[in-house]
């Protein structure tokens, strides 16, 4: 059993940006997959970025392909940068780990952070 905690968040001006972090308590992420996903009021919560624990080989939904990027910090630590950040990115991200390969399928992801809020305004 692995608990995320989940740092960082805020409120900024777009063009501005972020850094999150997921933290693991109880476990590490050796051997597991680390994955981003947000969810904007009113809507499903969808992927934004995974990482893998073999090859590290990262994941993007095309939406942030460019301007976000997902890490490893180390093995109690993950981590999405934010930059160039837009309204659209206004949302509650979740971080969230399972075994094996990264999935852009939130149903096989069965360890989620609380989420933690962002929001993009002038």
């Known amino acids: 059993q692995v608990l995320l905690v989940q740092s960082g968040g805020g409120l900024v001006q777009p063009g501005d940006s972020l850094r999150l972090s997921c933290a693991a308590s109880g476990g590490t992420f050796n051997n597991r997959a680390v994955a981003w996903f947000r969810q904007a009021p009113g809507k499903e919560r969808e992927f934004v970025a995974a990482?893998?624990?073999?090859?590290?080989?990262t994941y993007y939904a095309d939406s942030v392909k460019g301007r976000f990027t997902i890490s490893r910090d180390n093995a109690y630590m993950a981590a999405l940068q934010m930059n160039s950040l837009k309204p659209e990115d206004t949302a509650t991200y979740y971080c969230?780990?399972?075994?094996?390969?990264?999935?852009?399928?939130?149903?096989?992801?069965?360890?989620w952070g609380q989420g933690t809020q962002v929001t993009v305004s002038s």
């Open positions: 969230a780990t399972r075994f094996g390969e990264p999935s852009r399928t939130i149903g096989d992801y069965a360890y």
């Open positions: 990482i893998g624990w073999s090859t590290s080989g």
